[in-house]
Nanobody
Framework: QVQLVESGGGLVQPGGSLRLSCAAS????????MGWYRQAPGKQRELVCT???????VYADSVKGRFTSIRDNAKNTVYLQMNSLKPEDTAVYFCNANRTNEDYWGQGTQVTVSS
């Protein structure tokens, strides 16, 4: 069973930065996609960004230019570098890994952007 372990959430002021980590229990190249989703209170879970095994990374319009997905292949870890954070970025962030007929989720990490 694949495990995804997230870390790095917390409380940050508007304009600040955070870096989330997602450590996978096997090679990230065994997945077709790996990415981050988020869910704010009372809202549906939404895509933040997703890395495609064939090379490209797709970002939601709301985070383009502020968030960056980084991979460390040797550590089987993906990171989400979040800069210029806004209160509307407040949510639980989930790591996701997908391959044919299989979909895996981390436990989620809370990010709160508030002064």
């Amino acid at each position: 069973q694949v495990q995804l372990v997230e870390s790095g959430g917390g409380l940050v002021q508007p304009g600040g930065s955070l870096r989330l980590s997602c450590a996978a229990s096997e090679s990230i190249f065994s997945f077709n996609t790996m990415g981050w989703y988020r869910q704010a209170p009372g809202k549906q879970r939404e895509l933040v960004c997703t890395w495609l095994r064939w090379g490209s990374t797709v970002y939601a319009d709301s985070v383009k230019g502020r968030f960056t997905s980084i991979r460390d292949n040797a550590k089987n870890t993906v990171y989400l570098q979040m800069n210029s954070l806004k209160p509307e970025d407040t949510a639980v962030y989930f790591c996701n890994a997908n391959r044919t007929n299989e979909d895996y989720w981390g436990q989620g990490t809370q990010v709160t952007v508030s002064s």
